[in-house]
């Protein structure tokens, strides 16, 4: 079983629409969890950091975490095409390193 | 206020040469990770330093990889006798500290690595 599970899309919504992008995790020990954003041949961008269970809202983004289901998600408002990119969910175990899920590919379609 | 910064941007080596990428951390930041992102592949943990030290280098290959993050200077993430394998991208991240809560790691542009 893979640390870090994310469904590779790619995730096709509509522009304007709701994406949800979904991750979870099998280290329990995780504290601190993360989602970045990567547009094609460019290096990951970091759009939000969550550590506590529930929600955390920056802009048109929500980050929520229920560390008892071992799920983390990303949702996007109003989605625009330039938010079309893969987007990474990752956490720190132990150590201080991320282990990155495969990402998801969202097309956001205008 | 530079971010992350990495050279050369791209780095093309033939087979057996050897390859040096370089990172400076943002300013402030004094923890420094390598990461290799494969060929439609994830991002994979290489190496964890501080100045000076390596904390965890469980990621790195065994053999012709090595890092450093020297007193002065930059980080350096080194690759002996380049096979075509290690084509890949190598990020680099900088974070401002421990402990393992509310570390944030903000990326570098990468070293674009291809070896004929």
């Known amino acids: 079983q893979k640390e870090v599970e994310q469904n590779s899309g790619p995730l096709s919504v509509p522009e304007g629409a709701i994406a949800s992008l979904n991750c979870t995790y099998s280290d329990r020990v995780s504290q601190s969890f993360f989602w970045y954003r990567q547009y094609s041949g460019k290096s990951p961008e970091l759009i939000m950091s969550?550590?506590?269970?529930g929600d955390k809202e920056d802009g048109r983004f929500t980050a929520q975490l229920n560390k008892a289901s071992q799920y983390v998600s990303l949702l996007i408002r109003d989605s625009q095409p330039s938010d079309s990119a893969t987007y990474l969910c990752a956490l720190v175990g132990a150590g201080n390193m991320l282990t990155f899920g495969g990402g998801t590919r969202l097309m956001v379609k205008p | 206020n530079a971010g992350v910064m990495q050279n050369p941007r791209h780095l093309v080596r033939r087979r057996g040469q050897e390859a040096r990428l370089r990172c400076s951390p943002m300013?402030?930041?004094?923890?420094v990770y390598w990461y290799r992102q494969l060929p439609e592949e994830g991002l994979k943990f290489m190496v964890y330093?501080?100045?000076?030290?390596?904390?965890?280098e469980s990621g790195m290959p065994k053999e012709r990889f090595s890092a450093e993050f020297p007193k002065e200077g930059p980080s350096i993430l080194r690759i002996q006798q380049v096979v075509r394998g290690d084509s890949a991208a190598y990020f680099c991240a900088s974070s401002p500290r421990t402990p393992i809560t509310n570390n944030e790691q903000f990326f570098g542009p990468g070293t674009r690595l291809t070896v004929l």
């Open positions: 330093l501080q100045k000076e030290n390596i904390i965890d």
């Open positions: 969550i550590y506590s269970n």
């Open positions: 300013k402030g930041h004094s923890h």
